[in-house]
């Protein structure tokens, strides 16, 4: 079998004016970033179609550390639809450089379900990324020179709530102190960096429904409190139209083509475990405006990305997806039944089994929001046929839809089942309206309750004293309404990344709440989640290289 990046290299790629002519998008509307990657203007997106449009949403059990195959689920299906004859976009989030040159690699789907270019796709691409990351660093930077330019006027923030932000997985930088040396350096303060698919820049161009809407987001980023307890904005501070500049092609969906030409859409950040980790809604749209099937990801297992899909993308953007997709492993299963992670290539129909409580699990919270659910097995050369077998018999039992994909060696062919399934289970036994897994006006304490102990299982909820801190400071600004994003690890239920399979009956701490008024979320960490990864002992960038002019590596 080939590798993902010479898959990618022996497709011939069409120019992107040409997969936008085929997808009925008109040409003269594109920006292009060379040949084969293009922005689309935001005026393109018809509300009355985006309401037509079969939206599915494809989420996925909890995580192992090589991750489920969500994308290359996402891709496969619009594949197969298509085969079908069916107009499909799929459009999905933009890969980080922090995991692409960390743990994971790239993340542009695998084998012959990939979007491409995959090599521009994950690294710079159209400066997205970059964009978000200045914008966010250019508040800090203007921050810090208007608290040192006004310090001997008596200016200054008891609270200073702004991190920095970098596409860089570097634990050193957690935490930091700015400002040493002499006096003309600025004043000394405590900061940090997040990882920049966590800032609140990122959620904002997510959210954001047109130019004027990040602008007026952009300027009620909550920067710190004055000494007389005020908040300071970005407003205060008056540089929203410089930022809204720097941000303004970003907020443009990116346009690019699968290994079988159809189109995608890319736009905004990943991580669903310190983040809402869904594209952005004009993507979405903008897809659905277009395809008569749009497929769409949210990032992480199901207890993650499609509750933040649900209850903060689509509560404030107005979509109803139609279908939901869970994707299975068989290797994803035994490790949830307790199969050892060097074992779980191995045969094992009792760890199998045993495993089958993660996806029950989450099937159940699926459906909690009224979503009809199917389970889309990714197939790997090392699952048996016995195993596959008795995965498809328990969701048979269980009244759940079942299809195997084979997108990965096949491409659309090997989605055909997939695309089958979800056609007919959506003419036949649609979603129903969606019902969220809390109210907009129940308090910050009932929202995260209500996730914790519905959706993940938890006994009970203990606030640390920051975090009750946070959450008298977040009622006294009259932001209490906010939806609540938790950021948790993506490898259990619970905040605690070794409890596999279907933890229940736990503890489940919230140590802080991060107010994000410019994104109008509120994020909840869990534990010790740290929103700042840290590289693995062997970092995927000890692979990636230029060899005979080619990159090597990135998968």
């Known amino acids: 079998m080939k590798t993902d990046i010479e898959i990618a290299r022996s497709i011939t790629l069409q120019d992107i004016k040409q997969v936008a002519k085929n997808a009925g998008i008109p040409e003269d509307q594109i920006e292009n970033y060379g040949h084969y990657i293009a922005k689309l203007p935001i005026n393109l997106i018809d509300d009355k179609k985006v309401k037509q449009n079969n939206l599915i949403l494809v989420t996925a059990i909890t995580a192992t550390k090589t991750g489920i195959g969500k994308t290359t689920v996402s891709i496969g299906l619009a594949l197969g639809l298509e085969k079908l004859g069916k107009k499909a976009f799929v459009a999905l989030r933009e890969p980080s450089l922090g995991p692409c040159f960390g743990m994971k690699g790239g993340a542009a789907g695998g084998g012959y379900a990939q979007v491409l270019p995959m090599e521009k796709i994950n690294l710079h691409f159209t400066g997205d990324f970059h964009a978000i990351t200045s914008a966010h660093n250019m508040i800090s930077a203007l921050l810090d020179n208007y608290l040192y330019q006004n310090q001997d006027s008596g200016f200054g923030l008891k609270e200073n709530l702004w991190r920095r932000v970098l596409d860089v997985n570097d ?28 800032s609140e820049i990122m959620a904002i161009l997510c959210l954001a429904t047109d130019e ?26 008056g540089v929203a139209g410089a930022i809204t ?29 310190i983040a809402h980790g869904c594209n952005s809604i004009l993507a979405t749209k903008m897809a659905m405006t277009f395809g008569d099937y ?53 045969p094992s ?19 909690s929001f009224g979503q009809t659910v199917v389970v889309a097995f990714n197939r790997f050369a ?37 695309a089958q399934l979800v056609v007919d289970t959506i003419a036949n036994n649609p979603s129903k309206p969606l019902q969220f897994a809390y109210e907009e006006n129940d308090s910050v304490e009932t929202k995260v309750e209500k996730l914790a102990k519905n959706l993940y299982g938890a006994k009970s909820v203990q ?93």
Not at 317 to 331: F, M, R, S
Not at 355 to 365: C, L, P, S, T, V
Not at 401 to 406: D, H, K, P, Q, V
Not at 500 to 521: C, H, R
Request: aromatic share 6%; glycine share 10%.
């Open 245 to 273: 500049v720097l941000l303004r092609e970003a907020l443009f969906p990116n346009l690019v083509q699968t290994t079988e030409h159809t189109p995608a859409l890319i736009h905004g950040g990943p991580f669903a475990n």
């Open 349 to 367: 129909i009792e760890g199998l089994k045993k495993g089958f409580a993660n996806i029950d699990k989450h099937i159940r919270n699926l459906q």
């Open 294 to 346: 749009t497929i769409t990801e949210a990032g992480f297992g199901a207890d993650l990305g499609a509750e933040k899909f649900y209850d903060i993308k689509c509560r404030k953007a107005g979509l109803e997806p139609k279908l939901t997709v869970i994707v299975a492993t068989a290797q994803g299963l035994k490790m949830h039944g307790g199969i050892a992670l060097d074992k779980i290539k191995e």
């Open 382 to 418: 090392s699952d048996t046929d016995e195993e596959v077998a008795v995965i498809k018999a328990h969701c048979e039992a269980k009244g759940i839809g079942f299809a195997i994909n084979n997108a990965f060696a096949l491409g659309g062919e090997g989605a055909v089942e997939l």
């Open 212 to 237: 004027e809407d990040l602008r007026r987001r952009i300027e009620n980023i909550l920067l710190g409190f004055t000494y007389d307890n005020k908040p300071f904005t970005v407003k205060d501070l």
């Open 171 to 198: 634990r050193s930088l957690r935490n930091i102190v700015v400002g040493l040396g002499a006096k003309t350096n600025g004043i000394t303060q405590e900061a940090g960096f997040d990882i920049t698919a966590a």
């Open 463 to 555: 606030f640390t004293g920051k975090a009750k801190k946070m959450i008298k400071l977040i009622n006294e600004l009259g932001v209490s309404h906010y939806p609540v994003c938790i950021a948790k690890t993506q490898y259990s239920f619970s905040a605690d990344p070794t409890a596999y399979g279907a933890a229940d009956g736990f503890e489940f701490e919230i140590s802080d709440l991060v107010i994000n008024n410019g994104a109008e979320m509120l994020v909840a960490v869990a534990g010790s989640m740290m929103r700042m990864p840290g590289l693995p002992k062997s970092p995927q960038a000890l692979r990636i290289d230029i060899v005979d002019g080619n990159i090597e590596g990135l998968s």
